[in-house]
């Protein structure tokens, strides 16, 4: 089972200030983690720690971007900024990154959801004008 994006590296590794653009989301958003993974699914960067399944939170990251981009098209909305998925123990906070990639924040009920939903945004322009484009 794949569970570091070194297993895979499908592009070069993630340039440093993308990672640390990871890592002050996490702590500015008051996120449990933070993934940024391309829109096909690969990660890219992560605070999740080495032992979780990276490939598969990216995946869903990835999968639930583009679903929520389609049922946007679907209903005839100009375009998908977050979705929200809300659990018992938390909620996912999914934002695109241009065509190319996807953040997906892992919050805790009591995080600041409309700071979270700022900060992510803020970065995923910072980080789209970073990352080359997948295709």
Not at 122 to 130: F, G, K, T
Request: aromatic residues 2%.
């Amino acid at each position: 089972m794949l569970t570091n994006p070194e297993e895979i590296n499908p592009q070069p590794p993630a340039d440093r200030s993308v990672r640390t653009l990871v890592q002050e989301l996490r702590r500015q958003a008051g996120a449990r983690h933070v993934i940024l993974a391309r829109r096909d699914g690969l990660p890219v960067a992560t605070t999740l720690p080495a032992a979780a399944n990276l490939a598969a939170y990216s995946h869903m990251a990835a999968a639930i971007a583009g679903t929520s981009d389609m049922a946007g098209e679907q209903l005839q909305f100009k375009s998908h900024e977050q979705t929200i998925v809300d659990f018992d123990s938390g909620k996912a906070l999914i934002v695109g990154c241009g065509d190319s990639a996807v953040i997906m924040l892992l919050l805790p009920h009591e995080a600041n959801l409309g700071l979270a939903i700022v900060m992510a945004k803020r970065a995923a322009e910072e980080i789209r004008d970073l990352l080359p484009p997948w295709k």
